[in-house]
């Protein structure tokens, strides 16, 4: 029996052990209780069952092609308006040439995601999918969060199925798992009011399923949400993943709120960025793989936490701009020898992947 002190972890334990589904008031018992090691213990159970002592991280390149954006989410710093000092647009030719930097460097993978910019037309998108693939034939393009690709739908008329095809015959490997935030609608009326609703951004990821695209998810904590909205908001996912398969690993985003409209708000507190990882791990039993970001929570609480759920520390990024705008401490990359070092450390067994979980030799 796995020790747990919570007595109202215990029937959750028993659970765990026989690998039955926990239920939306596990998922709040989760979210409230102390006992952060017994929490911790139970996630690492599911942990080793699915991933064994595998830690997983990837060698990526991060590209944000525009920060311009007709949306005004609250807890964006990220965005700027067409004349804002620092708002930039890179043209087709520009992305090439950010993405050329790291020629001679060996990596897998592109991660482009961008504001939704007024006049760019879709075709843009289409042809920087092309160029990249043509020109990077070896590297899986991960592109677009569900909202950019509901957007690319909306500009330019056509259905989510269209756009997705197209963009994948263009090139696209897969989907990142931004975009998502907390689906409650009470919330996301407060904190990005035009942004697409939850049935449309998990519309989107359906279809993108169907047409053959894997892709991530994530969960924006640590603002105005509460417990209940945490815990629906995994459930939503589970309920899809059950239908589709088509998740590869889910994300828990710790919110940054300097320079944004919540920035009265503190930063999320070590054990509720643990929580949120093993709570994750427990809640959706479906899923391959559960990922700390180190950007976000920090390498130090990333590398504890592939004790409490994570089986994946993301990768070296280079030059990540979303959460530094927000006030994020960490550095903008990371080495692949401090990755494994970490991972080594922490008792777990560094495997570097591609986009897809395929095991990349060294
Ligand atoms: O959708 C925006 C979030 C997301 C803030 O799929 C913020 O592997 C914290 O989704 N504080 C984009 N978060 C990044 C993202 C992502 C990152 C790494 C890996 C993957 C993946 C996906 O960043 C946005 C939003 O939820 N975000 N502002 C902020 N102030
Ligand atoms: Fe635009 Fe995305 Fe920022 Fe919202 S979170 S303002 S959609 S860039």
Redesign the pocket.
């Known amino acids: 029996m796995i020790t747990v002190a919570d007595p109202a972890l215990r029937a959750i334990a028993e659970k765990v052990e026989t690998g039955e589904r926990l239920s939306f008031d596990d998922g709040l018992a989760l979210d409230s209780t102390k006992d952060v090691l017994g929490l911790g213990r139970l996630a690492n159970v599911v942990r080793e069952r699915i991933n064994g002592d595998n830690a997983f991280y990837i060698s990526n390149r991060h590209i944000n092609h525009t920060n311009v954006c007709v949306n005004s989410?609250r807890?964006?710093?990220?965005s700027r308006k067409g004349k804002d000092p620092g708002a930039y647009t890179m043209d087709i030719e520009g992305v090439l040439k950010e993405a050329h930097k790291y020629d001679g460097e060996r990596y897998s993978e592109f991660?482009i995601?961008g504001g939704l910019h007024p006049d760019l037309p879709y075709k843009y998108y289409l042809e920087m999918i092309r160029r990249l693939a043509f020109e990077f034939g070896h590297i899986h393009l991960?592109a677009f969060?569900a909202?950019e690709i509901a957007y690319f739908a909306q500009i330019s008329g056509k259905t989510l199925h269209d756009v997705l095809t197209e963009l994948k015959e263009a090139g696209l490997g897969s989907l990142?798992?931004?975009?998502?935030?907390i689906f409650a609608e009470r919330i996301r009326k407060k904190i990005c009011p035009e942004k697409i609703d939850a049935d449309t951004w998990l519309a989107t990821h359906k279809t993108a399923h169907e047409v053959g695209l894997r892709t991530?998810a994530?969960m924006?904590y640590g603002h105005i949400e509460s417990a209940e909205d945490r815990v629906d908001h995994l459930i939503r996912l589970r309920k899809l993943q059950d239908e589709t398969g088509g998740f590869l690993?889910f994300?828990p985003?710790?919110?940054?709120?300097g320079n944004?409209g919540f920035s009265r708000l503190p930063r999320t507190s070590g054990q509720m960025d643990l929580r949120m990882i093993a709570m994750s791990r427990l809640m959706l039993d479906n899923f391959p793989h559960i990922?700390a970001?180190w950007?976000?929570i920090g390498p130090k609480l990333a590398q504890i936490s592939l004790s409490f759920g994570a089986d994946d520390m993301?990768g070296t990024v280079v030059e990540e701009k979303?959460?530094h705008a927000?006030g994020a401490g960490t550095d903008q990359a990371i080495t692949k020898i401090s990755l494994k070092r970490m991972i080594t450390e922490a008792g777990r067994i560094p495997v570097e992947r591609d986009t897809i979980y395929n095991v990349v030799s060294a």
Do not use: R, S, Y
């Open positions: 989410c807890f964006c710093a990220f991660h995601v991960q969060t909202v990142p798992g931004g975009g998502a935030e991530n994530t924006l690993t994300i985003l710790a919110f940054h709120p944004t990922k970001f950007i976000m993301d979303i959460t927000a």
